[in-house]
């Protein structure tokens, strides 16, 4: 299995709602990534997950919060967005943090659109 | 500031011939790059990658050139397929960093 798993492919929320973003691995990888990417744009990093730990939040606004609860699953929960929220996000997982990791493994990404 | 860049948003190459993307890094503690190809509406797909101690790297009708000096990178295809046509993008490893470049889309002509 060299799959990332996301779920769901697509989500419509409203500013007031709160959701939550799935994602999940079964390669044993112990780095987990959410990277958020808008229309024509690069995927920019939001967190990393190194050994099930929040290792890196590149300045995230708290109406994000991510959540890792074993090494197979993270997951991104979502409060009070914005319509600039939305975006393609996707996770992706590699298999030791901090070192010559090689590849990356990306889901397919969930596309949330904020009304 | 972007330490990844790829300054071609396009390339347009004819079906058979060999496509050159490039892109170039300004952070020297970059220990790995990488390349991913991207459809729409699916996650980066990974390509090859390149430790910083190499300076080139093949896999099948892919190489990936490193000239460190130059802060610089190459992937090449060759021959280029239809089925390539795509968004790649350079991308840079460093500590549990993994930074994208903006992409460069890939035509390939028949």
């Known amino acids: 299995d060299t799959e990332v798993t996301q779920t769901p492919k697509h989500l419509v929320m409203g500013m007031t709602n709160k959701k939550s973003l799935k994602c999940e691995q079964h390669?044993?990888?112990?780095?987990m990534y959410w990277y958020k990417q808008k229309a024509k744009k690069p995927p920019e990093l939001m967190f990393v997950y190194s050994y099930e730990k929040l290792s890196i939040n590149e300045s995230v606004p708290s109406r994000f919060s991510p959540e890792c609860p074993n090494s197979s699953l993270l997951n991104l929960h979502l409060h009070a967005l914005q319509p600039e929220d939305s975006a393609l996000y996707l996770c992706?997982?590699?298999?030791?943090?901090?070192?010559?990791?090689?590849?990356?493994?990306f889901g397919q990404g969930t596309r949330l659109t904020v009304v | 500031d972007q330490q990844v860049k790829q300054n071609s948003p396009s390339l347009s190459v004819q079906e058979g011939r060999i496509s050159i993307l490039n892109c170039d890094y300004t952070n020297s503690m970059f220990d790995y790059f990488l390349w991913y190809k991207k459809y729409p509406a699916e996650g980066p797909t990974f390509l090859i990658s390149?430790?910083?101690?190499?300076d080139k790297n093949e896999d099948g009708r892919f190489t990936v050139f490193l000239n460190k000096s130059a802060k610089h990178l190459s992937l090449h295809i060759v021959p280029s397929q239809p089925g390539d046509s795509a968004v790649y993008f350079c991308?840079?490893?460093?500590?549990?960093?993994?930074?994208f470049g903006k992409g460069t889309r890939l035509h390939i002509l028949p």
């Open positions: 390149i430790s910083s101690i190499k």
């Open positions: 992706a997982s590699s298999q030791d943090p901090g070192r010559v990791v090689g590849e990356a493994f």
């Open positions: 991308a840079a490893h460093e500590d549990d960093k993994i930074i």
């Open positions: 390669m044993g990888h112990r780095a």
